[in-house]
Each structure stands twice: as C-alpha cells, then as structure tokens.
C-alpha cells in the first residue's frame, strides 16, 4: 500500500470519493483533513495510484500507544473491488493484526468479509 502524502493526489482522491457518496462517507472526512493540514496525524493509504482498488485512513502508525486499544487503531476503508479488500485483510502490513482495531465501512459485504478474514486467522471478532 502507498501513502498518499501530495496535496495533489489528496484533492483528487477528495473528488473522486465525493462521487460516491455515501458509502466513502468514514473514508472522506479523513481525506478531508489530511488534505487540510492533518491535525489528527491521520495517513491515507491506497493500493495503487491513480486507479485504486481500496482506501484505508488510519492514525500513523506512530501514534498508536497501546496494542489493546481498538479506539486508538481505527481504521476506515473504502474499495471499489472486493478483491483488493481480501487482499488487505489477507495480510499486509497497513493492518496489524497484531493489535485490536476497528474498521469503519458503509459497503454491504465489508462485515463479511472481516469475518471470513478472521476466521481464517483464528482471530475474534465483536
């Protein structure tokens, strides 16, 4: 996954998201204030640019103090291909799985999918 750190690539990213509202609603209010200044030291992440599969705003990585804390490792995604979301799910290193996280989403089928993904590790989801 890249990050998206250009103010370029943020507004893009800003308009493209808004056409699809509201499902990019969690993902596009973190876009919107990295894109602003970043105050809440929040990375966007994508799988490629400029045609990606999915989005993922999480606080940066060196922000997070306690593994446990699944307030302080939220994470929203948007995706465009189901594919892309197994894949992040799967294994890569934009979600630690290693550490209790919540996952923000407004598209029918993202429950699902963190379930199977879990399942598939052992792990618990609530």
Known sequence: MQILRSPAQLHLLEETL????PTTLPVLGTVMTVARGNP???EVLVDSWPN???VLTRLCPKEH???RDHYT???AVFYRDKGA???LLGGTEAVV???AFQMLG???GLDEAVREAAGAKGLQVE
């Open 18 to 21: 808004r056409n699809s509202l």
């Open 73 to 75: 490792n939220q994470l």
């Open 85 to 87: 979301l197994r894949a």
């Open 52 to 54: 990606f599969g999915i």
């Open 97 to 99: 799985q290693a550490r």
């Open 40 to 42: 809440a030291s929040h």
């Open 106 to 108: 407004m598209q029918e």
């Open 65 to 67: 103090k306690d593994p």
